[in-house]
C-alpha cells in the first residue's frame, strides 16, 4: 500500500473546469495503476476513471469526453482534468492505487481490486 493524497477540488460553475492530482508515495509509480472514483451524496460510489502503468485509460460512460487522466512519473502524481463539467458530477473524488502486481486481477472499474486509496476531495458544480 501507498498513501495516497488528492487535491484540486473545489466549486466551479456548469460548464467549467477542475484538475484533480493525486500525488503518491512510493518508488515504483510508474507500475501503479491508478483509478478515480466518486460518492455523492446518499449514492454509492462509482467508478470514474483509470489508468495503467502503460498509460492505457479507461472512462466511465458518463464522463467519456469530458473527463481525461493521466500520469506524472516523475512526480509520482496522476490528473484528472475535467471539463465540461455538470451538476451531477458534484461528489467527493477518490483516488486509488493498485501497486501489488500480484494481488490477482485488476479491473479498472473495480473499486476492491486497488489496494491504496485516498481521502478524497469535493467537487461542486453549480447551476
Known amino acids: 500500500q501507498v498513501q495516497l493524497v488528492e487535491s484540486g477540488g473545489g466549486l466551479v460553475q456548469a460548464g467549467g473546469s477542475l484538475r484533480l492530482s493525486c500525488a503518491a508515495s512510493?518508488?515504483?509509480?510508474?507500475?501503479?495503476?491508478m483509478g478515480w472514483f466518486r460518492q455523492a451524496p446518499g449514492k454509492e460510489r462509482e467508478f470514474v476513471a483509470a489508468i495503467e502503468g502503460n498509460g492505457d485509460t479507461y472512462y466511465a460512460d458518463s464522463v467519456k469526453g469530458r473527463f481525461t487522466m493521466s500520469k506524472e512519473n516523475a512526480k509520482n502524481t496522476a490528473h484528472l482534468q475535467m471539463n465540461s463539467l455538470k451538476p451531477e458530477d458534484t461528489a467527493v473524488y477518490y483516488c486509488a492505487a493498485r501497486t501489488d502486481p500480484f494481488g490477482g486481477l485488476w479491473y479498472p472499474s473495480g473499486a476492491s481490486t486497488y489496494d491504496s486509496w485516498g481521502r478524497g476531495t469535493q467537487v461542486t458544480v453549480s447551476s
Open positions: 512510493g518508488r515504483t509509480f510508474s507500475t501503479y495503476n
